[in-house]
């Protein structure tokens, strides 16, 4: 059967890597290349990068750094950050990205997630969610952007449904609240979204431990689980994440 | 003029990279060419045709730079591996839009039924496929016979990169060379004489689908 995926997070920021907490405090985690093929050889399922900076300096040394990473290494890779239109993602694939996250632009134009989809096919098209809990809504999670500094006023459950509709063929869900926390992920959030939709969905945000990249998927719903830190740091490697995962009766590639 | 290789049909739908740099990867010394040109695809030794999007679309650009007959040619007369929608393409018809199919073998693609798809756990299987699967070899039918060239050191049940909606049902199951579970039983790769097509995507399946071009690139049928 399908395995359910594990997918190592990469943010990128003038040419390096770096993680932070609560979207803050960058620390630096070592050069791209170098660590896509370590996670590649520890048996990643698929690569996501974010460009988290994405001025148009960075830009260019992003797609560098893809073209590299995707002459050497044989899995999918995923490019977000900064993705404005058509023309972006065409860049992106083109430097040997195989699908590509937008997040803001769909909220300030969801057309463009259906003409990208139209265009290169829904399979290259995921659409990043970002969700934090509030009070003053009449629902419980909503989308935020600008790197989670602007509120939208959007239900994310209701946008993962509707961006699916438009021709998103995955969902990263981020819970803001949980992201560096190393708290586990936002398990109801993306139970919710899971169900909703029929496309799959990636849990991001909150991993501190093996036993939340379990909780993800059995708990949350994901299909696909990301992290940085735990795998960054050298805590734990993905190998190690499979096979507790399997020890758990999940369905794994090892 | 540069002989050429390895030919990747290029029709204007989606990226061809992530296929030509796996090829290069494997087969360093093979000049690849990714090309839209009918000449190029009737010169070359191989032909590899990738497909992403939808078939409606594939078919239409396929169409409108006039590769179709090249591309049946090749079918037919040179080492050739499909991928993808470039598997789907080579049956008769598609669910997708309703569209006609290049007709080389019999059947027809069909969408995974999303609604009624549950895992062991009772959660909904999602649409489309996505992440990795194992494929197993399947004999073609006839006793002893040994697993096709192109599955050659590759482990029955290996695991292999999907993303897509729709299936190819063959009404001729001796073509059926591999097949996958999501949850029923799917055919997810065909071989006929000097023709071999696979569902998932070879170039991103890390070790398992690099050993399955660098067969493709030496296969002799």
Redesign the interface.
Request: aromatic share 6%; charged share 30%; net charge negative.
């Given at each position: 059967?399908?395995?359910?995926?594990i997918i190592p997070c990469l943010d990128v920021t003038d040419g390096r890597v770096v993680k932070g907490i609560n979207f803050l405090a960058l620390r630096d985690a070592g050069d791209p290349v170098e660590i896509a093929r370590r996670y590649?050889e520890q048996g990643a399922?698929e690569l996501t990068f974010l460009d988290i900076t994405a001025s148009s300096d960075n830009r260019g040394l992003l797609l560098h750094i893809i073209e590299q990473v995707?002459?050497q290494v044989?899995?999918?890779l995923t490019v977000g950050g900064g993705v404005r239109e058509v023309e972006d993602v065409r860049r992106l694939?083109?430097?040997?990205?195989?699908k590509v996250s937008i997040n803001t632009t769909a909220v300030l134009n969801p057309q463009m997630v259906a003409d990208a989809a139209?265009?290169?096919?829904?399979?290259?098209i995921v659409v990043a969610i970002d969700a934090k809990k509030v009070d003053n809504q009449p629902f419980e999670w909503e989308v935020f952007t600008h790197g989670g500094r602007k509120a939208t006023g959007l239900d994310a459950v209701k946008w993962a449904e509707y961006m699916a509709s438009l021709g998103a063929?995955?969902l990263l869900v981020t819970s803001m609240d949980r992201d560096g926390t190393k708290i586990g992920f936002n398990n109801p959030l993306n139970r919710a979204i899971?169900?909703a939709v029929?496309?799959?969905?990636i849990a991001s945000g909150g991993v501190g431990n093996l036993q939340h990249l379990v909780d993800g998927v059995?708990i949350g719903?994901a299909?696909?689980v990301l992290a940085a830190s735990i795998f960054h740091y050298g805590e734990y490697t993905v190998k190690q994440a499979k096979e507790y995962m399997l020890h758990n009766g999940i369905e794994v590639?090892l | 003029m540069k002989k050429i290789d390895i030919a990747v049909v290029d029709y204007g739908m989606g990226n061809l990279r992530s296929v030509s740099k796996a090829l290069e990867h494997v087969a360093p010394s093979k000049n690849v060419l990714v090309t839209s040109n009918p000449k190029d695809i009737a010169n070359a030794e191989r032909v590899v045709f990738p497909g992403q999007g939808a078939m409606p679309d594939c078919i239409r650009e396929l169409d409108s730079r006039g590769l179709r007959d090249v591309v049946i040619q090749a079918a037919h007369n040179k080492p050739f591996l499909g991928i993808c929608i470039g598997l789907q393409m080579l049956f008769e018809a598609s669910e997708e839009g309703n569209v006609a199919g290049l007709g080389i073998f019999k059947g027809k693609v069909k969408r995974f039924a999303a609604a009624d798809m549950k895992d062991s756990n009772g959660d909904k299987l999602k649409v489309p496929h996505m992440g990795w699967n194992q494929v197993y070899q399947a004999n073609q039918l006839e006793v002893n016979r040994s697993p096709h060239a192109l599955w050659q050191g590759i482990e029955n049940g290996a695991r292999f990169y999907y993303v897509h909606s729709y299936y190819v049902h063959a009404d001729d199951a001796s073509i059926t060379a591999g097949f996958s579970e999501y949850p029923q039983q799917f055919t997810s790769a065909i071989a006929s004489n000097n023709l071999f097509a696979v569902q998932f995507h070879p170039e991103k399946s890390a070790n398992a689908g690099l050993q399955l071009l660098s067969n493709f690139v030496n296969w002799m049928p």
């Open positions: 059967m399908l395995a359910k995926r590649d399922d995707a002459s044989f899995i999918p694939l083109n430097a040997g990205a195989d139209s265009r290169f096919g829904s399979q290259c063929g995955e899971s169900d029929d496309v799959p969905i059995k719903g299909d696909a590639r | -």
